[in-house]
């Protein structure tokens, strides 16, 4: 708690899941004193959210709602100087947002569902670590931060019916990879957070709002709750300046490839 304390941190896609999760979980480690910018395109859910954050730590974290798409690259641009300048600060950014759509093989992948995938899991998340960065640099001993990407199992290994999704995430995986060396004269720490099965909106994103389909995703398993992923985050964000939690892969205990899932009968 005290290695959070006084801190601000950002996170994309906290209206749902792991996200919001994240941000709860932040809010409990430190509620003595906490500034957490919680962003999303479903600001209705944000506000929620900091009300319930309100309710259950008190006033020790102020929370800032904000509507952004992350595939809206001006938007994006023009982030940072929409904040409040007492919000700027930034210190933590968890790259979160994303999501997937379809299980269609090539050549009958639809479009839109490549280009949104794209646009919001590589070119969104590189364009936020982007509009977070110079922030960081400008701290001493060459910077100081922490940029947390949330990649996935599927960026590790690509699975039918699911390569562009698969292939965004391993882009994820390569971008994060790069920027810890690009950054290795500062103190900036570029950390890679890596689930498995986790039940979220997730699958009901992928199967377009289909509910009973997304379940079935989920049969005779028991999949990581989003609380799980959020204590490896802030696990990440909370440890000594000079370790660097590169990288994590974290599975549920029936689940030891993006394929391989032992379900009950
Ligand atoms: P959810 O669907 O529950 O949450 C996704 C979040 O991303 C929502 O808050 C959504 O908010 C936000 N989001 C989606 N598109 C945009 C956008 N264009 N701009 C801003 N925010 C956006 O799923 P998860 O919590 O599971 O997903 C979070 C991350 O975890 C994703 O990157 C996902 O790929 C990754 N992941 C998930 C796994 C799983 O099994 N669930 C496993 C491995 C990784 P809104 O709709 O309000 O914009
Ligand atoms: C989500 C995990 O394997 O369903 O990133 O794509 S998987």
Redesign the pocket.
Known sequence: AKRLSGKTILI?????????STALEFARTSPQSLRLIL????ED??RELRDQIRAEVGGGVEVLPVK?????ADAVRGFVGSLPEEWRDINVLVN?????RGVDRAPDIKEDDINVMF???VT?LINMTQAILPIFLKRPNGGQGDIIN?????GREPYPGGSI?CAS?AAVKSFTDSLRKELIASRVRVISV????????????RFYGDKSKANAVYAGCT??T?DD?AEVIVFTATRPENVVVADSLIFPNHQASATIMHRKA
């Open positions: 994309t896609g906290a209206s749902s899941g792991i996200g919001r962003t999303a395109r479903r859910a944000l952004l798409d992350v595939s809206d979160n947002a994303g999501l997937v646009a919001t899991n969104g949330i990649s996935s199992i599927a999704y995430k890596d689930p498995g099965q986790v039940e979220t909106e997730f699958s009901v994103v999949p990581l989003p992923i």
